[in-house]
C-alpha cells in the first residue's frame, strides 16, 4: 500500500464566510468515512498563525524558512491507499467537501516507515 498526500492551499477555498460550518462538517464527514474504511494515516491544517522556523543540525533556530516552501498552509490528509485510483477516488471526496480542488501526491515507498 501507498501513502498518499491530498491537500489543498488555504487561497483555494474561496467561500462565504457562511459557509464554513457547512465546509467544515462536510470535510469531517469524509475525514471519519477515510477512518472507519481503514485508511486514515493523518491530516490537519497548517496553522498559519504559528511562524515557521528552521532548524540545524546544531540545533540553531532560525525564523524563516525555505523560499519556496513559504506558502504552504492549508489542509492535508496523508491516506494509505491500494492504488492512485483509491487516491483519485479519495480526493474527489474531498474536493467536494472542500469545495476545492485537492493535489495527490505519492509518497515513495520506505519499508522502514
Same mark, same amino acid.
Given at each position: 500500500?501507498?501513502?498518499?498526500? %491530498? =491537500?489543498?492551499? =488555504?487561497?483555494?477555498?474561496?467561500?462565504?464566510?457562511? @459557509?464554513?460550518?457547512?465546509? /467544515? #462538517? &462536510?470535510?469531517?464527514?469524509?475525514?471519519?468515512? /477515510?477512518?472507519?474504511?481503514?485508511?486514515?494515516?493523518?491530516?490537519?491544517?497548517?496553522?498559519?498563525?504559528?511562524?515557521?522556523?528552521?532548524?540545524?543540525? &546544531?540545533?540553531?533556530?532560525?525564523?524563516?524558512?525555505?523560499?519556496?516552501?513559504?506558502? %504552504? #498552509?492549508?489542509?492535508?490528509?496523508?491516506?494509505?491507499?491500494? +492504488?492512485?485510483? !483509491? !487516491?483519485? #477516488?479519495?480526493?474527489?471526496?474531498?474536493? /467536494? !467537501?472542500?469545495?476545492? &480542488?485537492?493535489?495527490?501526491? /505519492?509518497?515513495?515507498? @520506505?519499508?522502514? +516507515?
Amino acid at each position: 500500500m501507498t501513502k498518499y498526500l %491530498i =491537500s489543498f492551499p =488555504s487561497s483555494a477555498m474561496v467561500l462565504p464566510a457562511g @459557509d464554513l460550518p457547512a465546509v /467544515a #462538517e &462536510a470535510a469531517h464527514t469524509v475525514m471519519q468515512e /477515510a477512518k472507519d474504511a481503514g485508511v486514515w494515516v493523518f491530516g490537519g491544517g497548517i496553522d498559519e498563525n504559528i511562524r515557521p522556523v528552521m532548524v540545524d543540525g &546544531a540545533g540553531t533556530v532560525i525564523e524563516g524558512t525555505y523560499p519556496q516552501t513559504r506558502q %504552504i #498552509e492549508g489542509g492535508y490528509a496523508v491516506l494509505e491507499l491500494p +492504488s492512485r485510483e !483509491a !487516491a483519485l #477516488e479519495w480526493a474527489a471526496k474531498m474536493a /467536494a !467537501a472542500c469545495r476545492c &480542488a485537492q493535489e495527490v501526491r /505519492a509518497f515513495m515507498d @520506505d519499508p522502514a +516507515s
